[in-house]
T-cell receptor
């Protein structure tokens, strides 16, 4: 059974039209992450939540926001998508935030900006 | 943050063992060594991790050099389903990035029938 579920799996949006991607988890993990993966590139961390504490990576554009209303759900909001935001967006969870923790990834949401 | 170096690509035949190397010469004493893999069009998948001793699980084995400056992921019998990008990662060692995974380019493994 899937433990980290992302919706939608595929999303097409127009330039500048806001989009929200969702992630839910059944693992009751404390930490939730959002990664961006462009074609033929490695995943790049955008931000993470440790419980309700939000941590933004230094180079994450302001266009990207996130919400975590409860332990199970986390959302990625892209306020004004540009063509360069076309990518796979990956949600991941971990029980703890240390080097010993294993990450569980969802299947990803593939976003295309036209 | 400690960096890793992996070959861009490797090839193997089905049913044969595969040894995927990773160099991490700047590793610190408390850095864990993680391996993930990503199959085409899927999210990354945890494979194995270790600190000092060699580790085994149902998917693979992790051999860690005595000085910890390198490690090798061992797939004992490659199958076509093992074709993926394999990432060797050291979780970030400190500051606000502590414990988070920064992915490098990884090794593209091709398995031939």
């Amino acid at each position: 059974d899937a433990m980290v579920i992302q919706n939608p799996r595929y999303q097409v949006t127009q330039f500048g039209k806001p989009v929200t991607l969702s992630c839910s988890q059944t693992l009751n993990h404390n930490v939730m992450y959002w990664y961006q993966q462009k074609s033929s590139q490695a995943p790049k961390l955008l931000f993470h939540y440790y419980d309700k504490d939000f941590n933004n990576e230094a180079d994450t554009p302001d266009n990207f926001q996130s919400r975590r209303p409860n332990t199970s759900f986390c959302f990625l909001d892209i306020r004004s998508p540009g063509l360069g935001d076309t990518a796979m967006y990956l949600c991941a969870t971990s029980r703890i935030l240390t080097g010993a923790g294993e990450l569980f990834f969802g299947e990803g949401s593939r976003l295309t900006v036209l | 943050d400690a960096k890793t170096t992996q070959p861009n690509s490797m090839e193997s035949n089905e049913e044969e063992p595969v040894h995927l190397p990773c160099n991490h010469s700047t590793i610190s004493g408390t850095d864990y060594i993680h391996w993930y893999r990503q199959l085409p069009s899927q999210g990354p998948e945890y494979v194995i991790h270790g600190l000092t001793s060699n580790v085994n699980n149902r998917m693979a084995s992790l051999a860690i050099a005595e000085d910890r400056k390198s490690s090798t992921l061992i797939l004992h019998r490659a199958t076509l389903r093992d074709a993926a990008v394999y990432y060797c990662i050291l979780p970030n060692a400190g500051g606000t990035s502590y414990g988070k995974l920064t992915f490098g380019q990884g090794t593209i493994l091709t398995v031939h029938p």
